[in-house]
């Protein structure tokens, strides 16, 4: 199925960035017309994603972070962020909740709130190469919500 | 992002405001712990009521307060979450831990017993 719309960004590591890729989300995903719920369940989604590419990706340096956005007309909503950064040895550790590498003001929570807050989590990386995290969202359609 | 501190009565309360996320924990967290520590506080409130957004940096937020207060022999209140950040709370299991006041941990127990 091809999105009907869709919207990518680079943007360096920088944190003050997060906010800015949850407004970006929010504000095309409302081409969709989501629940205030679920508009929120992609913000928080997309900051974890984007954190965790600002802090594990490149824990040293900036780097680019690719943010995209695809809506499907079944009301299926794909977040992808992708890092060139230094990638994840062991993803399925990674996942595992309350497992960090980010010190103990981190509460290795990414992943869980990623899993919680979409319907579908896909995460592939290349030790050195980078790392993409893939997210699906439904959303319940309303009429003449059609961009 | 704004952060109010109140000192009174050996109780720091920190009002938060904005959106609390990686980016944004960061200077929160300084500045609260600097009033804890420079208040000598016995007991920290952290009110959540002014959060329009948080993401599990919020939870780091908490569990490291957490330990700083017991290091220092205190305790952790949280107020004002609502039922967004209730979510990330419950998911973090923080819901757990003595930080909540009187009437929201009976509200919870009630809630818990509801939910099984």
């Known amino acids: 199925m091809k999105p009907i719309n869709e919207l990518r960004m680079t943007f360096p590591s920088r944190s003050a960035n997060e906010a800015f890729a949850r407004a970006a989300v929010a504000a095309f995903a409302a081409q969709l017309d989501p ?9 928080t989604a997309v900051s974890e994603a984007v954190t965790n590419a600002i802090v594990h990706a490149y824990p040293d340096e900036l780097g680019p972070v690719t943010l995209t956005v695809q809506l499907y007309e079944n009301g299926r909503i794909t977040l992808r962020v992708r890092d060139k950064g230094r990638g994840i040895e062991n993803v399925e550790k990674a ?24 319907d579908r989590v896909r995460v592939r990386s290349t030790p050195g190469k980078g790392t993409t995290v893939t997210m699906d969202k439904y959303i319940a359609l309303r009429a003449k919500a059609r961009p | ?39 000598r506080c ?13 993401d599990s940096s919020g939870v780091g937020l908490i569990m490291g307060r957490y330990r700083l ?13 609502g039922p967004r950040l209730e ?29 099984q």
Do not use: C
């Open chain 2, 1 to 39: 992002m704004k952060i109010d501190l109140k000192h009174e009565d050996g109780t720091l309360t920190a009002l938060l405001t904005g959106e609390l996320d990686h980016h944004t924990a960061g200077d929160m967290r300084e500045k609260i712990d600097a009033a804890a520590l420079s208040g």
């Open chain 1, 95 to 118: 996942m595992e909740p309350l497992f960090t590498t980010g010190g103990e003001e981190r509460s290795g929570l990414g992943f869980s709130v990623m899993q919680s807050f979409t």
């Open chain 1, 35 to 43: 629940a205030v719920d679920e508009l929120a369940d992609l913000r």
């Open chain 2, 87 to 115: 979510r990330m709370i419950r998911l973090a299991g923080l819901d757990k831990l003595p930080i909540w006041p009187e009437n929201e941990k009976n509200e919870r127990k009630n809630d818990h017993e509801t939910h």
């Open chain 2, 42 to 54: 016995r007991r920290l409130v952290l009110d959540f009521s002014g959060i329009s957004f948080m």
């Open chain 2, 69 to 81: 207060m017991q290091t220092m022999g205190g305790s952790l209140q949280i107020q004002g979450a």
